[in-house]
């Protein structure tokens, strides 16, 4: 988690993945990525997961995230 101004940053390498099969949640200030990629035959071939907390000053209802085009997955949060 990287501070920057007023905001707090997360952000994650996801380019081996498709955009369905990314999911984000957050929880009492924690932030979880998990992604999996699903072979034709229905085995999974690849998973990736990061959890972190967001500092305690954090705006739990200012989370927002964006996927960029090289796939990287930034996740942004206003502090309080």
């Known amino acids: 988690v990287s501070a920057q101004g007023d905001t707090y940053q997360v952000v994650a390498d996801v380019s081996q993945f498709e955009p369905p099969d990314i999911v984000v949640t957050t ?3 924690h932030v979880a990525i998990q992604a999996e990629k699903v072979a034709e035959d229905g085995t999974i071939c ?8 967001l500092p305690e000053d954090t705006d739990p209802l200012s989370v927002s995230c964006a996927l ?3 796939g990287t997955l930034v996740i ?4 309080r």
């Open 46 to 53: 690849d998973t990736f997961t990061h959890k972190c907390q």
């Open 76 to 79: 942004t949060a206003r502090r």
């Open 68 to 70: 960029t085009e090289a």
């Open 27 to 29: 929880s009492n200030c």
